[in-house]
């Protein structure tokens, strides 16, 4: 199941009157559509793509998060925590 979007401080009252109320809400189907057309789109091409293809992408999937673990930009990563100790 999709997790909710949230829309801000009005998200939770459907029944506001405010300027934030339904017109905010409808520009938030638009996106969540489009994203999950987005998503389709994405697994069909990863879908049709050859093993050898899928392989290459892990690869550079597996590089992408060596590199940000050794960064220190996950949160909750040591590095990260160490960063974070010496700059307070």
Same mark, same amino acid.
């Given at each position: 199941m999709p997790r909710p979007l949230? #829309?801000?401080q009005n998200a939770g009252?459907?029944?506001?009157?405010?300027s934030h109320?339904?017109?905010d809400y409808s520009e938030a189907v638009a996106l969540r559509k489009r994203q999950l057309e987005g998503k389709e789109r994405? !697994?069909? !091409? #990863? $879908? @049709? #793509?050859?093993?050898? &293809?899928?392989i290459k992408i892990l690869e550079k999937l597996r590089d992408r &998060?060596? $590199?940000i673990a050794a960064s220190g930009l996950r949160r909750g990563s040591p590095a990260g925590q160490k960063? @974070? @100790?010496k700059r307070n």
């Open positions: 949230c #829309l801000g009252s459907m029944n506001d009157n405010s109320g339904p017109k994405m !697994r069909k !091409r #990863l $879908a @049709a #793509l050859g093993f050898s &293809e899928k &998060e060596k $590199a960063k @974070a @100790a």
